[in-house]
């Protein structure tokens, strides 16, 4: 046999290749009332992944649960085919077992927030600066030029020496998105990118999305919005009371609902 | 008539006075207060910090210490805190000197007035500006430090990047506050014997028998103090919350 380590690696590491999240059996419960009951999702470099539900779903719940702002009850994590280590804390609940992996994992997961979540002290670019710098210790000259970069391509260079709550909140959010794409994330998490704008502003901030997804990025979106998980998302998962309801390519589901409740979910839409 | 060349003679008096060098005794007594208000401001930042961080810990033993803190000591008058500070420290010292044999064992080593008195008021101050401190940082918005964690941010680079210039942006009102709570108890260390302003103004008073002038001016010179900081704290208020207010 020859066996050959690097060789051996490689063929590991190439069986998870085109996995860029993997999720399997996430169960989370808020005290008695059980939020995620055994969610499993795939997502491959590349896809973008709309991931829709009713309000109390689970679905940001779920998307939390992947870059550990909330601790899973059970279940695995794997980014790039890494798994996030966990152990049995004291109280019996789970908690990371390496909070630096758990940091450098999340470094590639760049998260858009529902409420933008920019940092209110910082301007603009200090903002798209901070963690590139600080987290991935990237040069600080490198990071700006890129930050403007990124400013010009969502369309808000002109504010880059604004304080965030001195700017719309489409501008906000573009800007949010732009602090994502600094950290050059291997997935972007979007929970409610648009659910906090007035109506005359989503269009900005999902014309930029819609960029992000033509240019083949893996993004994961918590959304409310039909037209994008039909139109850019190259799959639709469908979360119903904690479970997965229904997962599929984004025209056939729309056209042919593959379940009552995913019928029924987008007929209220319509409405 | 009689009432304004009294009124005249009175500030003939007092001039005369000044210049004799009490108006020189006055102005070291100023830079005494400002250097113990400093200080212990410095000290009880560093203390307030601490007790903020205890209350707002998920340990039930640090929650404790640090509601204990600022419940003695924003409980207790400061004059008591004062005293035990500098008796119970030069007993301390004393003790420690004679058992190393640096002093006699009859001799007693005084704790230093300028120590004991900056850290008894620098702990009072501590208490009220741990209050401060806490309600800042409950003031932040939660999301802006989920997304510090969320960006891979270790606890060190959060607290670094994001809580402290927060809470000092959210803090400067109410350490303005706690500044001027502080140039007034400085006065109370008077009684350890440093040469503060309110010292150096009672022993004027006692040596020239013009008590009521020296108390008069000690009692203008701290309200010049007081009210020369509110427009500093103003404008460092004005500066840290600039992100917040509408460009001009």
Same mark, same amino acid.
């Given at each position: 046999?020859?066996a050959?380590?690097?060789?051996?690696?490689?063929?590991?590491?190439s069986?998870?290749?085109?996995?860029? !999240?993997?999720v399997k *059996?996430?169960?989370?419960?808020?005290?008695?009332?059980?939020?995620?009951?055994?969610?499993? @999702? *795939?997502?491959?470099?590349?896809?973008?992944?709309?991931? @829709?539900?009713s309000?109390g779903?689970? #679905?940001?719940?779920? @998307?939390?649960? !992947?870059?550990?702002?909330?601790?899973?009850?059970?279940g *695995?994590?794997?980014?790039?085919?890494? @798994?996030?280590?966990?152990?049995?804390?004291?109280d019996?609940?789970?908690?990371?077992?390496d909070?630096?992996?758990?940091?450098?994992?999340?470094?590639?997961l760049?998260?858009?927030?529902q409420?933008?979540?920019?940092?209110?002290?910082m301007t603009v670019?200090e903002?798209?600066?901070?963690?590139?710098?600080?987290?991935?210790?990237?040069?600080?000259?490198?990071?700006?030029?890129?930050?403007?970069?990124?400013? #010009?391509?969502?369309?808000?260079?002109?504010?880059?020496?604004?304080?965030?709550?001195?700017?719309?909140?489409g501008?906000?959010?573009?800007?949010?998105?732009?602090?994502?794409?600094?950290?050059?994330?291997k997935?972007?998490?979007?929970? *409610?990118?648009?659910?906090?704008l007035?109506?005359e502003?989503?269009?900005?901030?999902?014309?930029?999305?819609?960029?992000?997804?033509?240019?083949?990025?893996?993004?994961?979106?918590?959304?409310?919005?039909?037209?994008?998980a039909?139109?850019v998302?190259?799959?639709?998962?469908f979360l119903h009371?904690?479970?997965?309801d229904?997962?599929?390519e984004? #025209?056939?589901?729309?056209?042919?609902?593959?379940?009552?409740?995913?019928k029924?979910?987008?007929a209220?839409f319509?409405? | 008539?009689?009432?304004?060349?009294?009124?005249?003679?009175q500030?003939a008096t007092?001039?005369?006075?000044?210049?004799?060098?009490?108006? =020189?005794?006055?102005?070291?007594g100023?830079?005494w207060t400002?250097?113990?208000? =400093?200080?212990?401001?410095?000290?009880?930042?560093?203390?307030?910090?601490?007790?903020?961080?205890?209350?707002?810990s998920q340990?039930?033993?640090l929650?404790f210490?640090?509601?204990?803190?600022?419940?003695?000591f924003?409980?207790?008058?400061?004059l008591?805190?004062?005293?035990l500070f500098?008796?119970?420290?030069?007993?301390?010292?004393t003790?420690?000197a004679?058992?190393t044999?640096?002093?006699?064992?009859?001799?007693?080593?005084?704790?230093?007035?300028?120590?004991?008195?900056?850290?008894?008021?620098?702990?009072?101050?501590?208490?009220?500006?741990?209050?401060?401190?806490?309600?800042?940082?409950?003031?932040?918005?939660?999301?802006?430090?989920?997304?510090?964690?969320a960006?891979?941010?270790?606890?060190w680079?959060?607290?670094?990047?994001?809580?402290?210039?927060?809470?000092?942006?959210?803090?400067?009102p109410?350490?303005?506050?706690?500044?001027?709570?502080?140039i007034?108890?400085?006065?109370?260390?008077s009684?350890?014997g440093?040469a503060?302003l309110?010292l150096?103004?009672?022993?004027?008073?006692?040596?020239t028998?013009?008590?009521?002038?020296?108390y008069?001016?000690?009692?203008?010179?701290?309200?010049?103090m007081?009210?020369i900081?509110t427009?500093?704290?103003?404008?460092?208020?004005?500066?840290t919350?600039?992100?917040?207010?509408?460009?001009?």
């Amino acid at each position: 046999m020859s066996a050959n380590p690097a060789a051996a690696a490689n063929a590991a590491s190439s069986s998870n290749e085109a996995s860029a !999240i993997s999720v399997k *059996e996430l169960r989370k419960c808020f005290g008695d009332h059980e939020v995620l009951k055994g969610i499993s @999702l *795939e997502a491959h470099k590349g896809d973008v992944i709309s991931i @829709l539900g009713s309000s109390g779903s689970g #679905k940001s719940t779920m @998307l939390r649960c !992947i870059n550990l702002l909330e601790m899973p009850d059970s279940g *695995e994590v794997r980014v790039d085919g890494e @798994l996030i280590k966990m152990k049995q804390s004291r109280d019996g609940h789970q908690a990371p077992a390496d909070i630096r992996q758990v940091e450098r994992i999340r470094a590639n997961l760049a998260m858009v927030f529902q409420s933008f979540n920019l940092w209110s002290h910082m301007t603009v670019l200090e903002n798209l600066v901070a963690a590139p710098t600080h987290v991935l210790k990237r040069p600080r000259a490198e990071c700006l030029e890129q930050a403007e970069a990124l400013l #010009k391509r969502v369309g808000i260079w002109e504010r880059r020496n604004y304080y965030p709550p001195h700017m719309s909140g489409g501008q906000q959010q573009r800007a949010a998105i732009a602090r994502a794409l600094a950290m050059n994330p291997k997935v972007m998490l979007f929970d *409610e990118p648009t659910s906090a704008l007035d109506p005359e502003l989503v269009g900005e901030v999902l014309r930029v999305m819609r960029s992000l997804a033509e240019e083949g990025r893996t993004m994961l979106v918590v959304t409310h919005e039909m037209g994008f998980a039909r139109d850019v998302s190259s799959k639709v998962m469908f979360l119903h009371k904690g479970e997965v309801d229904s997962v599929g390519e984004p #025209k056939e589901m729309f056209a042919k609902p593959p379940t009552p409740q995913f019928k029924q979910f987008i007929a209220n839409f319509n409405k | 008539m009689e009432f304004l060349s009294d009124l005249q003679a009175q500030f003939a008096t007092a001039y005369e006075l000044l210049a004799a060098g009490w108006g =020189v005794q006055l102005l070291w007594g100023i830079g005494w207060t400002l250097a113990v208000t =400093v200080v212990s401001m410095l000290i009880g930042a560093m203390l307030g910090s601490m007790v903020a961080a205890a209350k707002l810990s998920q340990r039930g033993g640090l929650r404790f210490i640090g509601e204990s803190y600022t419940t003695v000591f924003r409980g207790e008058p400061e004059l008591l805190i004062i005293y035990l500070f500098y008796y119970g420290g030069t007993q301390v010292l004393t003790g420690v000197a004679r058992s190393t044999g640096s002093i006699g064992s009859t001799d007693i080593l005084n704790m230093p007035s300028f120590l004991g008195g900056v850290l008894a008021v620098g702990i009072i101050s501590g208490a009220y500006q741990a209050e401060v401190f806490r309600g800042s940082f409950l003031a932040i918005q939660r999301g802006e430090l989920e997304a510090a964690r969320a960006y891979g941010m270790s606890a060190w680079l959060r607290f670094r990047l994001v809580i402290v210039p927060q809470v000092l942006r959210l803090a400067v009102p109410g350490l303005g506050n706690v500044w001027q709570l502080t140039i007034k108890d400085s006065a109370l260390i008077s009684v350890t014997g440093v040469a503060e302003l309110m010292l150096t103004a009672n022993k004027a008073a006692r040596s020239t028998h013009h008590s009521l002038l020296f108390y008069t001016l000690a009692g203008i010179l701290y309200l010049v103090m007081t009210s020369i900081s509110t427009p500093i704290f103003e404008k460092a208020e004005r500066y840290t919350s600039r992100s917040f207010t509408r460009p001009k």
